[in-house]
């Protein structure tokens, strides 16, 4: 039996979409305590109400009870409890050193995000570090006092392609638990920003099916911008900014035709779920009536007129996206979520350069995590297929930045250069 569709054709406020993590109000979101709702979901536990100052007490309960000489208390304190080591040791113990503060709405929406992109995979049986003697019994402390949680909710991610690739590098990272311990957020600020930029190209083309990788052109930090590089400039940062100004119009108007509280819909399967429903349908004529209603009490042109379903759900998107339209009171609502997105998601990777204006830029930290990561169990790749599994992720290079890209992997010394061909260069990975 297929899926069947039940539209919601009430007029209200512009709701929140799941699958966009910022919103018109307060995007507060803190980095570190993603991080430590995302580690909590990947243990199934949870470390509220122990922080670092409690899970000292307890260890200092415990081993003053343990040594010989109770003062050397104070060397184990000094080791673990006065500087930042203490998160470094294992994922549980960087729970409690992240709970410092509780965590806000925005964490816990930036949080859902990659709960729905993780998916309901198994990671966590790998995560085991080695451990000292000392440090075995502080672990053994803390989990006497974390308490099991309960998955996070989420409905399906929005983009297939990368949820597939983000649970094949979490699983790679997660089989080596130290690095990932320090490349956990940038990790995940890597993929946020691969998120939301890809979720923005391939929101228009709806219509198209499932969606895919599209072309965004970034550079490395150290290469000049130039106005001439013309992938650049047309399909660089400014590619990106009227598809981020429809991000939150469009999918408030699937969340309100759609609520995904009652069965998660992505805009790019209606095609398959209502292609064929012509002018005297149901659902036509209910689209019909709602668009009417819809543009008249945003005080918009009346719509025109359409012939099927799919056609009136793109002409509501467009409605959407006018009521946000330049001198409308709801204008400034929708630039606090692009300025958000730019800031909050995109804060690291975008870079105003002088006469070539913004442009979308990889450190050199995060070209290494992305290469170790397209590598992953695979001994080294190709340059040219290094390259594809970056494309595959949103990140795309023109010539000019694949050289210089050739040329940092040649300073730091994991290229094996068989001949000066492009498909004679092998990179290899640093961890």
Known sequence: MGRVINLHTEIKSNPTSPFLPINTSKNDFKWNQVVALFLSDLLGRSAEGLNTEKLKEHCEQHFRGQLDDPKQWDLLEAMYFHSNVLGDITPELTLVAMQSQRSSTSDHRVADLFASLRGKGEYSSGLST??????????????????????????????????????????????????????????????????????????NEWKDGEPRSRSLYFILENEKASTERSQIARHGYYSLKEPVRRLFPILAMLET???????????????????????????????????????????????????????????????????????????????????????????????????????????????????????????????????????????????????????????????????????????????
């Open 130 to 203: 080695p451990l000292n003697f000392i440090e075995k019994q502080i672990l053994t402390i803390a989990q006497k006092h974390l308490t099991h949680s309960q998955p996070r909710v989420t409905p399906p991610s929005y983009l297939p392609f990368l949820s597939e690739l983000f649970q094949q590098d979490l699983r790679f990272l997660t089989s080596k638990p130290q690095i990932m311990l320090s490349l956990i957020q940038s990790f995940l600020e890597l993929y946020g920003f691969l998120y939301i930029s890809q979720l923005a190209l391939n929101l």
């Open 257 to 431: 035709l759609l609520p995904s509280n009652k069965d998660p819909v992505r805009l790019w399967e209606l095609p398959a779920l209502i292609g064929a429903e012509g002018p005297s349908s149901t659902i036509t004529q209910q689209l019909a009536v709602f668009a009417s209603d819809f543009a008249a009490d945003r005080k918009l042109p009346h719509p025109s007129s359409h012939g099927s379903a799919l056609d009136w759900i793109e002409g509501l998107l467009e409605l959407s996206v006018q009521q946000f339209g330049p001198g409308s009171s709801r204008q400034s609502a929708n630039q606090r979520v692009e300025g958000d997105v730019h800031e909050r998601l995109g804060g690291s990777f975008i870079q105003a350069r002088g006469r070539a204006g913004r442009v979308l830029v990889l450190t050199q930290e995060a070209v290494l995590l992305l290469a170790n990561l397209a590598v992953g169990e695979r001994s080294r790749l190709r340059m040219r297929e290094l390259l594809q599994e970056f494309a595959a992720r949103g990140v795309y290079f023109d010539k000019q930045s694949e050289q210089a890209l050739i040329e940092f992997f040649e300073r730091i010394g994991n290229v094996e250069r068989m001949s000066d061909s492009g498909d004679a260069v092998y990179v290899q990975k640093t961890f």
